[in-house]
Antibody, heavy 119, light 110 residues
C-alpha cells in the first residue's frame, strides 16, 4: 500500500520561502507523477503543480513564478518550495500521486501538513 | 483562476439518492471528464472516481459518475450518515495545462 507523508516547518515568516518534502513509502516513486495541492482553512482545494519521476514539471499558472518542485528518486521523495509567501499562502499542504503521465491524479494522498505564514 | 462550478450545498434524505453536479467547459470537463473526491471533516480527500468514471478499488458501487457535455455528475445511492462530507470535482484543463478543482459541495444527509 502506497503511503505519502508530508514534512516541513509549520510556521513560515512573510516574504520567506516555504519548503516541504513528501516521502513515498510502500512503492517506488518511479513511473508516476507527484502533485502538491493546498487547502486554506475552511476553503477548497488548489492544485500547485506536479513533477514526474524523471523531473518533468508542470505548475499552476497562478503560482508558477513562485513555485519549484523537485524530486529525489534515491530517497523516494519530492519537494515543494514556494517563495515570497504571504498570509494568503496559509493552508494545509497535501502531496498526492498521479498516474498516466499526470492525467489521472489524486489516487493516493498524504495526511497533509498545516503551514501558517505569520511573523 | 477559472475553476469548475459546483453547488455549495446539497441536502438529501437518508437512504435516498443524491446527485452532485460539476460544470466546466470544453477545455476541462468537456475535454476528458472529471474526477470526483470525497473529503470527510478533518481528513485528506479520497478519490471516488477517475476521469473515465471508473471507481478505484475499494470504492462502493453506491458512488457512480457520469458526464454529459461540459457537466459531470456524481450520483450517490442509498445515502448513509457517513456520506456527509465535502465533494470535489477536478479536471485537467487543456488551455491552462493545469488541474482545476470545483469549489466543493457540502452534502448533508437528513
Amino acid at each position: 500500500q502506497v503511503q505519502l507523508q508530508e514534512s516541513g516547518p509549520g510556521l513560515v515568516k512573510p516574504s520567506e520561502t516555504l519548503s516541504l518534502t513528501c516521502t513515498v513509502s510502500g512503492g517506488s516513486i518511479s513511473s508516476y507523477y507527484w502533485s502538491w495541492i493546498r487547502q486554506p482553512p475552511g476553503k477548497g482545494l488548489e492544485w500547485i503543480g506536479y513533477i514526474s519521476y524523471s523531473g518533468i514539471t508542470n505548475y499552476n499558472p497562478s503560482l508558477k513564478s513562485r513555485v519549484t518542485i523537485s524530486v529525489d528518486t534515491s530517497k523516494n521523495q519530492f519537494s515543494l518550495k514556494l517563495s515570497s509567501v504571504t498570509a494568503a499562502d496559509t493552508a494545509i499542504y497535501y502531496c498526492a500521486r498521479c498516474a498516466n503521465s499526470g492525467y489521472d491524479c489524486f489516487d493516493y494522498w498524504g495526511q497533509g501538513t498545516l503551514v501558517t505564514v505569520s511573523s | 483562476q477559472a475553476g469548475l462550478t459546483q453547488p455549495p450545498s446539497v441536502s438529501t434524505g437518508l437512504r435516498q439518492t443524491a446527485t452532485l453536479t460539476c460544470t466546466g467547459n470544453s477545455n476541462n470537463v468537456g475535454y476528458q471528464g472529471a474526477a470526483w473526491l470525497q473529503q470527510l471533516q478533518g481528513h485528506p480527500p479520497k478519490l471516488l472516481s477517475y476521469r473515465n468514471n471508473n471507481r478505484p478499488s475499494g470504492i462502493s458501487e453506491r458512488f457512480s459518475a457520469s458526464r454529459s457535455g461540459n457537466t459531470a455528475s456524481l450520483t450517490i445511492t442509498g445515502l448513509q450518515p457517513e456520506d456527509e462530507a465535502d465533494y470535489y470535482c477536478s479536471a485537467w484543463d487543456s488551455s491552462l495545462s493545469a488541474w482545476v478543482f470545483g469549489g466543493g459541495t457540502n452534502l448533508t444527509v437528513l
